[in-house]
């Protein structure tokens, strides 16, 4: 088995789209610190100079009219709890003096890299379910697929094979262009010196997740490509699933975002994810419904994902098996 997994480890390497692809993603990660670069560059002296001026002027009033301000607030609160008890203004607001850093916010890549970061890895992701896909379906559409199983008849070892050598590539190429991504990215807030607080050891951790999902993605397209046997095909019916399930299911089911498996994915990668329900419950005043945040954990994303990926690896292996092969 370890013999036929080299093989088709060297025939993915060896296959042209999937060496292009592999440059794409190369490119793509490394074009971070180009989408980063007018993000990175700090506030011109001129208009620094001009906020601080409207902040210490805000400041000054601030601590003239605070009291002012508190007082005419807590009138107010208390006029209105005459006919509603439940009346709250948030009063102390007044009594909280601006601050500098709020009127002088600078992008820094502690503050904004992540979004950056996050837009090329979603490019990385469809490049490694593109070379998966494109692997396999060019198998069966060139017709190769039947020539090989002349040499190895056990159907069942082949596609594990195929499978295994799409998910074994996707994990160190998932892993390098993330952290090539997270570099190219990081490169010129460093030339303005706009850094911030980095944690290094998140980001870390983070490429170690997103070689998981990597493989997980890879082993979703080869098994995909297995069923539709076609490229065109294979995606047609990934477009369906998005278009269909994850977006039209979750605005007629809102409570389907938890199970999506674009949002499971997001958990994965990012440690831990949420989305947002109206949450509706009765009581003594009737119906009250509730805009809530709502977790997805790491560990949730995890076992969606993991499961999907096994049923849909389960149902490749039994459709290959049992389907002739032109």
Not at 7 to 18: N, Y
Request: charged content about 15%; some cysteine; glycine content about 8%.
């Amino acid at each position: 088995m370890s013999r036929l997994l080299g093989v088709e480890l060297s025939r993915l390497a060896a296959r042209p789209a999937v060496r292009w692809l592999a440059l794409a993603g190369l490119v793509l990660a490394a074009l971070g610190g180009v989408f980063a670069f007018s993000s990175s560059k700090p506030m011109p002296e001129a208009e620094r100079a001009r906020v601080v001026a409207e902040f210490e002027a805000a400041y000054a009033e601030w601590e003239s009219q605070s009291e002012v301000w508190y007082a005419e607030c807590v009138a107010g609160e208390a006029e209105e709890k005459e006919t509603d008890p439940e009346a709250d203004w948030g009063c102390e607001w007044a009594l909280e003096g601006p601050e500098l850093e709020h009127w002088l916010w600078e992008p820094t890549f502690g503050d904004v890299g992540k979004g950056f970061v996050t837009s090329i890895l979603t490019g990385l992701q469809i490049i490694v379910l593109m070379a998966a896909v494109t692997f396999v379906s060019a198998e069966f559409s060139t017709g190769a697929i039947g020539s090989w199983l002349t040499f190895e008849p056990r159907r069942v070892r082949v596609l594990l094979a195929k499978i295994g050598a799409a998910g074994l590539a996707a994990a160190p190429f998932a892993a390098l262009t993330f952290l090539l991504a997270v570099a190219s990215t990081y490169a010129p807030f460093a030339l303005h010196g706009t850094t911030g607080a980095v944690s290094w050891a998140t980001w870390s951790a983070q490429a170690g997740r997103v070689a998981i999902a990597g493989v997980l993605i890879a082993v979703v397209g080869a098994s995909l490509a297995t069923v539709a046997r076609h490229l065109a095909a294979a995606l047609g019916a990934l477009l369906a699933w998005l278009v269909v399930v994850e977006a039209l299911g979750t605005v007629a089911y809102p409570g389907l975002q938890r199970w999506t498996l674009v949002n499971n994915l997001r958990a994965l990668v990012e440690g831990g994810t949420s989305y947002y329900l109206d949450v509706c419950t009765r009581g003594q005043a009737g119906r009250v419904c509730e805009w809530k945040e709502l977790p997805i954990t790491l560990t949730q994303g995890s076992i969606v994902l993991s499961v999907a990926t096994l049923v849909l690896a389960g149902l490749a292996l039994v459709v290959f098996v049992r389907r002739d092969v032109e």
